[in-house]
C-alpha cells in the first residue's frame, strides 16, 4: 500500500504554491506584481562591469595620493560617467546596471589577479541553477582593461602573501602562489569584501542632506589648525566633498533623465509618474527630504552608492527604518498626503529594487560559499527607544506587512524582541512567520543591550542598535570595525584532534599541531586536551590573520561616503578603512566566526566519551579503523556512534561538552587581548560554509560520512535533537551560557511543521515559545516552517516550486537555486514534531 | 493502601511509555505529556498501540536494521532464543519472546528497542523540568496520559502533587474507565482533566473498545459533580462511520451541558499516523484507511458544537 502524504496543514507559502497563485497574499498591487514576475523571469544574473571599468580608469591616474581622496575621485568619476536608465513601472530609481534584473557588481581592486581564471569557471557553469552570465564582452573586458592592471595590485592577492607561513598555510595550503583556493581547516573571508556587514546612517542623509554634510566638511576644514592635519584630515575632508559631490551629480543625472522620459511619454500616468521622480531626484539627497517618499528615494540612492563604494560582506544593512522614516510617514499620512496602501507599495518597490543585486565574486572558488546569491540588507523592526520605552510604531506594521505578499527574500527582515514587546506585535510577527518564508528572523534585545553594557556602551546607545548583516548588529555611530575575521571549522578542529594534526581529505598533511595518538589516551580528559590545543591553534591563526588584514587595508581601500556618514570618522576627520582601530571612541569589535560544526564537535566527543571510555564498548582501533574507511564494512560501529547521547537533548554532560568548548574559545581570545588592549568576540554563525567546512572534514565519531555538510550555527545536529524544540532550545542555552563580555552573537535554526502551528492556538504557541526564548537570553532565533513532504516535491519539480523561498542561515534564499547538497541539508534540519 | 514511605516520589515508579516535550494539543500552552503503559480499553483506533499493555514491550523496527552478516547481537544476547536473525533483517517470535530488552540493549543502530521504562516520580520530574521555562510563559505545564494514567492511581497523584509543589500546572488524560476511588484519588491534584467520549451506546461501545461506557459516563458524572474546582475538558474523536454522527455529539452536550465546570468539548477527528507502531510490536492495524472523516462532516459537527454550546466549543 503506497502510504498517502501525510500533510495536516500547509503554511500560507505553499498553499499560495500549490493554487498557483503569483503572490502569497492578496493585498498587493498590479504594478508590484508586474515588476515582481519580471525580476523572477529576467533570467540569470549577471555581472555589471560599468563600475569596475570606471573606478580602474580613475583610480590609475590618482596613483601616489591620499587613499580617501582617490576612493572619492573615482566615485566621483563613477557618478559622472554610468549609464543612468529608468524602467518601465519603476517609481524608485536609481541602478548600478544599465537593464532591468540581476545584477552583480564587481569590485576589481578586491580580487582583481583572480578574474581571469574566474571567467572560465564561471563560463563553464553556466546552466546551473546559480550560475551567472559573463558575455564575452564581459571576457574581453576583463582580460584586457581590468586583470592587466589589478593582477598583483588586488587585495586578496596581497593578503595571501603578507601571512607569516603557518597562518598561510592553514588557509592556502602548500602551494605558495595559491591564493584563491581555500583549505577549508579555516575560512579567511578579509579577501572577498571590503568591510564586513555595515549599516550606514542613512537617517543622517535623509535629514541634512548632501548639503549639510559638505557644509560640516568646509567647516572642518576651516578649523584644522595642527601641521600635520595636512596629511591626513585635509584629504579626507576633501574626499567628503568631493563624495557628496558624486552622489549629487548622479541623482540629479537621474533628475534629467526622468524629465527628458517624462517628455516623451505617451501615456498620462506615467508621464505624471516620471515627472515626479524627476522632482523628487533633483531635490534629494542633496537637500533633506521632505516627505515619505522623497526620504525613500534619497535612502536608496544612499544604499546604491554604498554598493559603489565597496563590498560590504551580506550587503549594505538598512538600520531600523521603522525608527528613521516615521517622522516623514507619520506626516504624510497626518496631512492626506500618503495611505497605508501607498507606503505599503513604494516598500515594495524599494524591496523590488534590492532583490536584483547579488553578491557576485568573481574568484575561481566563489560558488562555493554563499549558496543562492545571498544577500542581505537587513531591516529593522521593533526593540525599544534609546529611552527605553517600546519602538513599534505604526510603520513597524507597515513595513512587516510588506514583505509579506511577495514570494521573495528581500529585505532580510529582522525584529527585535524584548521583554516587554507588546503582544500585538509579536502576534504579527508570529503570523509573518507562519507564511512560510523564514521571515522576519528575530533577535533579543535581551542579550545585545547587556552585550554592549557589557563593552563599556551607554544603556542609550546599546538600546539604539540596529540588526546588521545575518545575525549580527551595529550601534551606528559608534562602532567602527570594518575588517572581517576569519573562522573556524570545528570539524577539522576535531578531525586534527583525531588524527595527530593531519587532515585527510587535503592529502593528509599536516595543518595542525602533533597532539599524540589517540589510541595512547588512558581517558577522556587527555583527548579533552588535545581538542583544546589544536582550537587553540586554530584561533591563534585567525587573530594572526586578522591582524595582518587590518594593516594592510589602509593601503588597498578607503570609504569616505560610510566615513562622511559615521560622527565618529566625522569627529576624528578619518577615514574609517584607514583607522578603524584608531578611531576615538570607537568601538572596535575584532571578530572570531565559528562556521560550522560546533554540534557535529560536540557529539564526536560525546560519542567517544560514552562508547570507549564510559560504556566501553569500543576501543580505539575499532572506531578509527571504521572512520579511516569512512564506515565502510564498519556500520555496527557506526550505528553505535549514531545512537550515542547526542546535543540537543537536554543530556547535561553532553551540553557541558559544548560549553567547555565556547569557553575555551572565548578564554584563549581574553588571554590574548590586542596590542591596544581591544578584546575580541565570537560569534558562531555560519552562513552556508557549514557545507563546505563538511566537504574537508571526514568521517567524525558522531556517525558522519566524509564530506557530508557539518551542524550549523549552534544548532544541534541534523535531526539528532529528538526531544522537541523546546529542550533543544534549553541545551542551546546552556552550551553557549558563558557569561563573558566576548561572547557574540550565535545563530539558531528551527523547523517546524505548519500542523504544529495551525490557527490561532499555534499562532499564540509560537508567540509563547518566542517569549521564553526572549528570556533565556539567547541572541538569534530563525524558523522555517514548512512540510518535508514540500521541500522534496521541490527538488522533482523546481520549475513548479521555483518561488519556493526558504530560511537558509542568517538570510534566506529560493530554495531551487540551491546546490543538492544544501538543499538535503535544509531537509534534514529537524521538524519539530509533537 | 498506601503504606507509608512507599508513596515517596524516589521510590514510588511506573512504566512510562514516553515524555513528549512541546506537546500541544494536550492541554492549554505548551506542555510535556507523561504516557504511562496500560489501558482499560482496546479502541480499535487507538493511535498509540504501544500503550495499551501494561508490561514492557519489544519493538521491531526492521527498516532500521543492518542484518546477521554484520551484527546479530540481538540473538546472541537473547537468553529465549526470540530473535531470528537473517542475512539483511530481523524478526521476533512474540511467543517466546518475555520483554527482558537484553536484545535492545545492545542493538546499535537501535532496531530494537523497548517500550516502557520503569522511573521514579522524581525521574518522571525532572525530565519534565528541563524545559520547565517554557511552561510559565504559555500558562503549560505536565499532562499525565497513557494508555490510561488512573490505572496507577497511587503514582499519577504522588507525580502530580510533587508537579503542583513545584509550581506546575496539571492536566491528565483520561478514558475514564476505572473504579471511581481511582479517580477520586488523584483529581484533587488535577487543574484540568481532559476525558473522551467514544460512543453513546453501550453496546456499540464495548464492540469498538472492548468495554462499555456506564462506569465511564458515571465517572464523569461523579467528578464534575465532586470538584467543581477542576476544569474539564471533553473530547471526541470523531471515526468516519462509527461516531460522527450528530446523535453521538448531541447526547455528548446534552451529558456536559448542565456542568458550568466542563469548559469546552474538542473534536478530535481521528488520523492514521499511529499505524505503522503496529508493526513494530506485533500486532495487527485493522483500520486501513477508513476512519477518517470526511471534511464536510468534521465542519458540519464543528459548527454544531458551536451554535449549541458557544463558548465552550473549542476553537481547534
Known amino acids: 500500500m503506497n502510504a498517502p502524504v501525510r500533510i495536516e496543514a500547509l503554511s500560507a507559502q505553499e498553499v499560495a504554491l500549490l493554487e498557483g497563485r503569483r503572490a502569497v497574499r492578496d493585498n498587493v498591487s498590479e504594478r508590484v506584481l508586474r515588476l515582481f514576475e519580471r525580476v523572477r523571469t529576467c533570467g540569470q544574473p549577471r555581472v555589471s562591469l560599468e563600475r569596475a571599468v570606471l573606478f580602474t580608469e580613475s583610480i590609475r591616474t590618482t596613483e601616489g595620493q591620499p587613499m580617501p581622496l582617490r576612493w572619492a575621485k573615482a566615485l566621483r568619476h563613477i557618478a559622472e560617467n554610468i549609464t543612468v536608465s529608468i524602467f518601465e513601472d519603476e517609481l524608485i530609481v536609481g541602478r548600478p546596471n544599465d537593464w532591468f534584473g540581476k545584477y552583480g557588481i564587481i569590485y576589481p581592486e578586491l580580487d582583481g589577479s583572480l578574474m581571469q581564471p574566474a571567467v572560465a569557471a564561471f563560463r563553464a557553469h553556466q546552466g546551473f541553477p546559480d550560475s551567472v552570465t559573463i558575455t564575452e564582452e564581459d571576457e574581453r573586458i576583463i582580460n584586457e582593461v581590468l586583470a592587466p592592471y589589478w593582477n598583483g595590485r588586488d587585495f586578496a592577492t596581497n593578503f595571501a602573501r603578507a601571512l607569516p607561513e603557518p597562518s598561510r598555510f592553514i588557509t592556502f595550503g602548500p602551494d605558495p602562489r595559491n591564493v584563491a583556493q581555500q583549505t577549508g581547516v579555516v575560512f579567511a573571508s578579509q579577501g572577498y569584501r571590503h568591510s564586513q556587514n555595515w549599516t550606514p546612517d542613512h537617517a543622517k542623509l535623509l535629514r541634512g542632506g548632501l548639503k549639510a554634510i559638505r557644509e560640516e566638511a568646509k567647516a572642518r576644514l576651516v578649523a584644522l589648525k595642527h601641521p600635520l592635519d595636512t596629511v591626513e584630515k585635509k584629504p579626507f575632508l576633501e574626499a567628503v566633498i568631493v563624495t557628496c559631490d558624486a552622489l549629487a551629480i548622479w541623482a540629479r543625472r537621474y533628475a534629467e533623465l526622468a524629465g527628458k522620459m517624462a517628455d516623451k511619454e505617451s501615456d498620462a500616468a506615467r508621464r505624471r509618474e516620471l515627472a515626479e521622480i524627476a522632482e523628487i531626484c533633483a531635490w534629494v539627497p542633496e537637500n533633506p527630504a521632505r516627505s515619505f517618499r522623497e526620504a525613500l528615494q534619497a535612502q536608496w540612492f544612499s544604499q546604491c552608492f554604498s554598493r559603489l563604494e565597496e563590498m560590504i560582506g551580506g550587503d549594505v544593512c538598512q538600520g531600523r527604518m521603522d525608527q528613521y522614516l516615521y517622522p516623514y510617514y507619520r506626516k504624510d499620512v497626518d496631512e492626506g498626503r500618503l495611505t497605508r496602501d501607498a507606503a505599503e507599495e513604494l516598500f515594495q518597490c524599494l524591496w523590488l529594487n534590492m532583490s536584483q543585486n547579488l553578491q557576485i565574486m568573481l574568484s575561481p572558488t566563489a560558488a562555493a560559499g554563499r549558496e543562492g546569491f545571498s544577500h542581505h540588507e537587513t531591516v529593522t523592526i521593533g526593540g525599544r527607544t534609546p529611552e527605553g520605552e517600546d519602538a513599534t510604531n505604526e510603520l513597524s506594521y507597515v513595513l512587516l506587512e510588506s514583505t509579506r505578499p511577495l514570494r521573495m527574500s528581500y529585505p532580510e527582515l529582522a525584529a527585535r524582541i524584548h521583554a516587554g514587546t507588546p503582544e500585538r506585535f509579536l502576534h504579527a510577527v508570529a503570523e509573518a512567520i507562519k507564511d512560510g518564508k523564514g521571515s522576519p528572523k528575530i533577535i533579543n534585545d535581551e542579550f545585545l543591550v547587556p552585550f554592549y553594557l557589557s563593552h563599556g556602551v551607554s544603556h542609550r546607545e546599546a538600546l539604539d542598535y540596529a540588526v546588521s548583516g545575518c545575525i549580527e548588529s551595529r550601534l551606528i555611530n559608534r562602532e567602527t570595525h570594518k575588517t572581517g575575521g576569519s573562522a573556524i571549522n570545528y570539524g577539522s578542529v576535531l578531525e586534527m584532534a583525531l588524527r595527530q594534526g593531519r587532515v585527510k581529505i587535503l592529502g593528509d598533511l599536516r595543518f595542525g599541531l602533533e597532539t599524540g595518538d589517540p589510541r595512547s589516551f588512558a581517558s577522556y580528559d587527555e583527548l579533552w586536551a588535545a581538542f583544546k590545543s589544536q582550537l587553540e591553534n586554530v584561533i591563534a591563526h585567525i587573530m594572526a590573520q586578522g591582524a595582518v588584514a587590518r594593516t594592510l587595508k589602509p593601503r588597498h581601500f578607503a570609504a569616505p561616503y560610510a566615513s562622511m556618514l559615521h560622527d565618529l570618522a566625522m569627529d576624528a576627520c578619518m577615514d574609517l578603512q584607514r583607522h578603524g582601530e584608531g578611531i576615538p571612541g570607537g568601538l572596535d569589535l575584532c571578530t572570531v566566526d565559528g562556521v560550522g560544526g560546533f554540534g557535529t564537535a560536540i557529539d564526536s566527543l560525546a560519542a567517544i566519551k560514552h562508547l570507549i571510555f564510559d560504556e566501553k564498548k569500543l576501543t580505539w582501533d575499532q572506531l578509527l579503523g571504521a572512520m579511516e574507511h569512512n564506515w565502510e564494512g564498519g556500520e555496527i560501529v557506526r550505528q553505535m556512534c549514531l545512537n550515542a547521547p547526542k546535543y540537543g537533548n537536554g543530556i547535561e554532560w553532553v551540553d557541558a561538552i559544548g560549553h567547555a568548548i565556547h569557553k575555551t574559545a572565548l578564554d584563549y581570545l581574553r588571554a590574548h587581548p590586542r596590542p591596544n588592549g581591544l578584546g575580541t568576540i565570537l560569534r558562531i554563525i555560519p552562513i552556508t560554509f557549514h557545507v563546505p567546512a563538511g566537504r574537508v572534514t571526514s568521517a567524525t565519531p558522531n556517525g558522519r560520512v566524509a564530506g557530508e555538510y557539518l551542524s550549523e550555527g549552534i544548532s544541534p545536529c541534523h535531526g539528532m535533537d529528538v526531544e522537541g524544540p523546546t529542550v533543544s532550545l534549553t541545551s542551546m542555552a546552556r552550551a553557549t551560557s558563558s557569561a563573558c563580555r566576548e561572547k557574540g552573537h550565535n545563530l539558531i535554526n528551527m523547523k517546524f511543521s505548519p500542523a504544529n502551528l495551525a490557527g490561532e492556538a499555534g499562532t499564540r504557541r509560537l508567540m509563547q515559545f518566542i517569549r521564553s526564548w526572549c528570556r533565556e537570553r539567547l541572541s538569534h532565533l530563525q524558523f522555517n516552517i514548512i512540510n518535508r513532504e514540500t521541500l522534496l516535491a521541490a527538488q522533482k519539480d523546481p520549475e513548479k516550486y521555483r518561488d519556493l523561498v526558504v530560511r537558509i542561515a542568517g538570510y534566506c534564499a529560493y530554495f531551487v537555486e540551491l546546490t543538492a547538497m544544501q538543499q538535503a541539508e535544509i531537509i534534514a534540519r529537524t521538524e519539530e514534531q509533537s | ?316
Open chain 2, 1 to 316: 493502601m498506601w503504606e507509608s514511605g512507599e508513596d515517596s516520589p524516589d521510590r514510588l515508579t511506573a512504566l512510562v511509555v514516553n515524555i513528549q516535550h512541546f506537546s500541544t494539543h494536550d492541554g492549554p500552552g505548551i506542555r510535556s505529556t507523561v504516557f504511562l503503559k496500560g489501558c482499560s480499553l482496546s479502541c480499535k483506533w487507538c493511535c498509540n498501540p504501544e500503550s495499551l499493555s501494561p508490561k514492557p514491550e519489544l519493538a521491531c523496527n526492521q527498516e532500521r536494521c543492518i542484518g546477521g552478516e554484520q551484527c546479530g547481537y540481538c540473538s546472541a544476547a537473547c537468553p529465549e532464543g526470540a530473535i531470528l536473525v537473517t542475512s539483511n533483517n530481523v524478526a521476533v517470535d512474540r511467543e517466546r519472546c518475555n520483554g527482558c530488552g537484553k536484545c535492545a540493549e545492545v542493538c546499535p543502530p537501535r532496531a530494537l528497542k523497548m517500550f516502557g521504562r520503569r522511573m521514579t516520580v522524581t525521574e518522571v520530574l525532572a525530565a519534565v523540568e528541563r524545559d520547565q521555562t517554557f511552561y510559565g510563559e504559555s500558562g503549560g505545564g505536565l499532562t499525565l496520559s497513557g494508555g490510561e494514567c488512573l490505572l496507577q492511581p497511587g503514582f499519577a497523584r504522588a507525580l502530580l502533587a510533587e508537579a503542583r509543589k513545584r509550581g506546575l500546572h496539571t492536566a491528565i488524560e483520561t478514558a475514564g474507565n476505572v473504579p471511581w476511588n481511582f479517580m477520586a484519588m488523584v483529581l484533587p491534584q488535577v487543574d484540568v482533566m481532559l476525558h473522551d467520549f467514544k460512543l453513546s451506546d453501550p453496546g456499540a461501545h464495548r464492540d469498538w473498545t472492548g468495554a462499555d461506557n456506564r462506569r465511564i459516563l458515571e465517572n464523569y458524572r461523579r467528578a464534575y459533580e465532586g470538584f467543581p474546582e477542576v476544569r474539564f475538558v471533553a473530547r471526541i474523536p470523531l471515526i468516519r462511520g462509527v461516531n460522527d454522527d450528530v446523535a453521538h455529539v448531541r447526547a455528548v452536550m446534552d451529558f456536559i451541558r448542565p456542568y458550568p465546570n466542563v469548559a469546552e468539548l474538542e473534536l478530535l477527528p481521528f488520523h492514521n499516523f499511529g499505524a505503522g507502531k503496529y508493526e513494530l510490536i506485533g500486532r495487527c492495524w485493522d483500520m486501513g484507511d477508513a476512519g477518517t472523516p470526511h471534511g464536510e462532516t468534521v465542519a458540519r459537527l464543528r459548527a454544531l458544537v458551536q451554535t449549541e454550546l458557544g463558548y465552550r466549543a473549542a476553537a481547534s
